[in-house]
């Protein structure tokens, strides 16, 4: 089946724009993707420049260098993901600027390439990968991805956005921790005082879970009174030190918490990871 791609590539520096409209046809040659015909691609050198065209024209990917003449970092994403985020953002960025796109993909950038290393196959690659998660996740969200009594994602929203974390993980040949949290004493204030007051431990949990968690850090409902967050390991905090953090705090809440860690060395599915976890929270939780 062909198809038409239209992509909107947001680039400062004129070399590198030409570089990679030079990739993008020899992808649409079919050499690379066969189901696509025909990219067309539209340029934009600066943030209000891409701004103003995506106020008017549809797209199906945007390739993006957040360091722009009139807008730099994380806020050049920021401000295309607030008028586009219908639309998946590949981010373009320098060697030494993983954890920054680490940052950017927790807030809803699809993937990154690394300046310097593009090629037709990588670039095909993250494109098709991007939009497909993307229509996923689209999906997923139309059918409420978000728990209605704390607001954070439920088990679905979870499973795929730390399931894209772990595939990350293994990429960058980073580690990942997986935890399983509860409320030690939900089933005493649900016998005592009902579902109402069961309901609010819940809320005040998925609170105190979010102040817990690091700023990159994901919170889940994935259960009747079960949590989940996925930490990702970054320079500033190592995932030991993060469960030394995490474990303490919730502890001094009444929050019992299991783990489980993912290392690109001995790789194991999402699935896997959260019975780990399970049994480690089994083991501390009384019965």
């Known amino acids: 089946m062909s198809m038409n791609l239209r992509v909107l590539l947001i680039e400062t520096i004129a070399e590198d724009a030409l570089f990679l409209r030079n990739v993008l046809n020899e ?10 015909m025909h990219v067309e691609t539209v340029g ?3 943030l209000a420049e891409a701004c103003a065209i995506l106020a008017n024209d549809p797209f199906d990917a945007i390739l993006l260098n957040c360091d722009l003449a009139d807008s730099k970092g994380i806020e050049t994403f920021r401000r295309i993901y607030s008028i586009a985020a219908h639309i998946p953002i590949v981010l373009l960025i320098a060697p030494g600027e993983r954890s920054l796109a680490l ?8 993937d990154f390439l ?7 196959a990588p670039l095909a690659h993250a494109m098709r990968a991007a939009i497909e998660r993307h229509r996923l996740i689209t999906a997923a969200r139309a059918g409420s991805v978000l728990d209605s009594l704390t607001g954070l994602p439920n088990r ?12 990350l993980a293994d990429r960058l040949g980073r580690r990942l921790m997986i935890m399983i949290a509860e409320p030690k004493n939900l089933g005493e204030l649900s016998l005592a005082f009902g579902d109402q007051r069961r309901d609010l431990a819940l809320v005040e949990t998925a609170d105190r879970l979010r102040a817990i968690a690091g700023s990159i850090d994901m919170v889940a409902r994935i259960g009747e009174q079960r949590f989940a967050i996925a930490v990702f390991e970054t320079g500033a905090e190592c995932l030991e030190q993060a469960w030394v953090r995490i474990h303490a705090a919730a502890e001094a809440h009444r929050i019992a918490i299991g783990s489980a860690i993912f290392d ?3 790789p194991a599915s999402l699935e896997a990871l959260l019975e780990q976890a399970e049994l480690a929270l089994t083991a501390h939780v009384p019965a």
């Open 156 to 167: 679905g929203g979870f499973f795929t956005a730390a399931d894209r974390d772990r595939r």
């Open 103 to 110: 940052k950017m993909i927790r807030e809803g950038a699809e």
């Open 27 to 36: 992808i649409a040659d079919g050499r690379f993707w066969d189901t696509w």
């Open 114 to 120: 690394v300046r310097g290393e593009i090629d037709c």
């Open 264 to 266: 690109a060395q001995r």
């Open 44 to 46: 934009a050198a600066t």
